[in-house]
């Protein structure tokens, strides 16, 4: 379905990371876009008039837990 990159509630997302993202002033936004670079690796960040900011690069798939 598409490349499976998405929009995540932040907070969904794991407390260190909802922690950081107020840290970094991001309150504004309540959803972090997940870009899917591969089956476990994603760039987190703020999506916003066709420019995307990276926040985090997530290597294993933890910022948002996944239930399996």
């Not at 995307?52 to 239930?67: A, G, L, N, S």
């Amino acid at each position: 379905h598409g490349n499976n990159s998405h929009y995540e509630s932040v907070a969904e997302l794991i407390p260190k990371a909802q922690k950081r993202w107020k840290e970094l002033k991001l309150e504004e936004y309540d959803q972090a876009f997940s870009l899917r670079l591969t089956n476990l690796h994603r760039l987190y960040g703020v999506l916003q008039d066709g420019v995307f900011r990276i926040v985090w690069f997530d290597q294993k798939h933890e910022i948002y837990p996944v239930k399996k």
